[in-house]
């Protein structure tokens, strides 16, 4: 079974700290993800990782970074934390480079920023 | 544009009724189309998925889908609900090409009445 962890499941944290959120999936894939879901919004890419050092924007990158040192491990980091990023973060991976490819995620990280 | 609609933010069941939950996508051909599964407190999980073939799909829990080509949808369906049934369920369509990344729609919340 593919399994994708996340560092925490809640987080609260003040306005202008730095931020690490962490995902580790253990099935050697080459994609990873981070969404950003929100109510009545679904589910929207902030970046995502093909390969190692490897990263795209997604639809809302603002606000965000992410790091890929390592192939199971893929950090996202908001470097001055507002309230308007309080919300639910989601992780993904999925292998190879086949276009449809099942999506797996991890448990989510529910941010709270005061 | 890509797009998926997700039409109703609520749909309320008996225990033992049947199940459709709509989603519509705007996409240039035929995309891959998915339906994932969020229980509460939970990441999301496959119920199934669809890239060519035929149009009715079987997933996970008893769930189908129907790709109709002509009206844009691929509607999940189930014949008779159970309470565990409860949980939020998203659509979402990926490209043909090489991208990796998935459009969701905005989620329909399952409530299901004893």
């Known amino acids: 079974d593919v399994k994708v962890t996340q560092s925490s499941r809640y987080l609260v944290k003040r306005t202008g700290e730095k931020v690490f959120l962490e995902c580790v999936q253990d099935?050697?894939?080459?994609?990873m993800f981070w969404y950003r879901q929100d109510p009545g919004l679904g589910l929207r890419l902030i970046y995502f990782?093909?390969?190692?050092?490897?990263?795209e924007k997604g639809d809302i990158p603002e606000g965000y970074s992410v790091s890929r040192e390592k192939k199971e491990r893929f950090s996202l980091i908001l470097e001055s934390a507002s309230t308007n990023q309080t919300s639910m973060y989601l992780c993904?991976?999925?292998?190879?480079?086949?276009?449809?490819?099942?999506?797996?995620f991890g448990p989510g990280t529910r941010l709270l920023v005061l | 544009a890509q797009s998926v609609t997700q039409p109703d933010i609520h749909i309320t069941v008996s225990e033992g009724a049947s199940l459709e939950l709509r989603c519509n996508y705007s996409?240039?051909?035929?995309?891959?189309l998915f339906w994932y599964v969020q229980s509460p407190g939970q990441g999301l999980q496959l119920l199934l998925k669809?890239?060519?073939?035929?149009?009715l799909v079987q997933g996970i829990k008893g769930f189908e889908a129907e790709f109709k080509r002509s009206q844009s949808s691929f509607n999940l369906r189930k014949p008779s609900v159970h309470w565990s049934d409860a949980a939020e369920y998203f659509c979402?369509?990926?490209?043909?090409?090489?991208?990796?990344?998935?459009?969701f729609g905005s989620g329909t919340r399952l409530l299901v009445r004893p």
């Open positions: 993904a991976s999925t292998r190879g480079t086949l276009a449809g490819a099942t999506q797996y």
């Open positions: 099935m050697d894939h080459e994609n």
């Open positions: 990782s093909y390969d190692v050092k490897m990263k």
């Open positions: 996409y240039g051909a035929t995309p891959y």
């Open positions: 669809y890239f060519s073939g035929d149009t």
């Open positions: 979402a369509v990926g490209p043909m090409d090489s991208s990796y990344k998935l459009i």
